[in-house]
C-alpha cells in the first residue's frame, strides 16, 4: 500500500484512505478543483466512480454530502481496499462496490434502467474506447446530470452525440472534461 491519501473537506476532512500500490489516484489539486466547481451540487446526488481506485473521489464525494456512491473497480483486490476504505469511514449504508470491468457494469446498470446524478470517470491514460465510455455513460445520467472525465491534457475530448462538453479544467498535465445533457443546477 502506498501513503493514504486525504479526505479534503466534508464530515471526514482529514481523514486518510489506504492507496493500493499501482493505481494512479487522482491528484489532491484535482480533487480540489472538481470539488470546488460542484460546491453544494454535490450534496444528496446519487454517484458512480468508474476505475474507481483508491475510491478517493467518491468517498470525498460521500464525506461531502452525497447521498450515495456506487464504485466501479476491474481489480479484486483493489475493490476489496475500497470496501476496507468505506468501512473505516463510516459509509457502508451508503456505499456500494461492484467488482467488474466498467463497460460490463454501465450495460448492467442500462439494462436495469438505473440511473446517477454525477457520473466520475478516472479511467488509464491509455484507454482508446473514451467515445464508447461517454456513449455508455449517456445512457445511466439523469437529465439534468453530470459526466467528469479526467484525462491526460493531450488526450483528445471524445465526441459523443447524448452529452455535450459544457468545460475543462486543466490542472498540470491532467484535465477535468464536464459533459452534460442539460445545464445543471448550481454548478
Given at each position: 500500500?502506498?501513503k493514504?491519501?486525504?479526505i ?45 481506485g ?42 456500494k ?29 491509455k ?49 477535468l ?11
Amino acid at each position: 500500500m502506498k501513503k493514504g491519501l486525504e479526505i479534503q473537506g466534508g464530515t471526514k476532512k482529514g481523514h486518510k484512505i489506504k492507496t493500493p500500490r499501482g493505481i494512479r489516484p487522482t491528484r489532491a489539486l484535482l480533487k480540489r478543483s472538481l470539488f470546488d466547481r460542484l460546491g453544494g451540487w454535490i450534496v444528496g446526488v446519487r454517484m458512480m466512480e468508474l476505475y474507481a481506485g483508491s475510491g478517493a473521489v467518491g468517498l470525498e464525494a460521500l464525506s461531502r454530502g452525497a447521498s450515495s456512491v456506487v464504485f466501479v473497480e476491474a481489480s479484486r483486490q483493489v475493490a476489496l481496499t475500497i470496501k476496507e476504505n468505506i468501512k473505516k469511514l463510516g459509509f457502508s449504508d451508503r456505499a456500494k462496490v461492484i467488482n467488474a470491468r466498467a463497460e460490463k457494469a454501465l450495460r448492467e446498470f442500462i439494462a436495469n434502467g438505473e440511473k446517477f446524478d454525477f457520473v466520475f470517470a478516472d479511467p488509464p491514460y491509455k484507454l482508446q474506447q473514451l467515445e464508447q465510455l461517454t456513449e455508455l455513460v449517456a445512457d445511466v445520467i439523469e437529465d439534468e446530470g453530470l459526466f467528469v472525465l479526467e484525462m491526460h491534457k493531450k488526450t483528445p475530448a471524445p465526441i459523443t452525440r447524448r452529452l455535450k462538453l459544457w468545460k475543462e479544467a486543466r490542472i498540470g498535465d491532467t484535465i477535468l472534461r464536464f459533459y452534460i445533457r442539460d445545464i445543471p443546477g448550481d454548478i
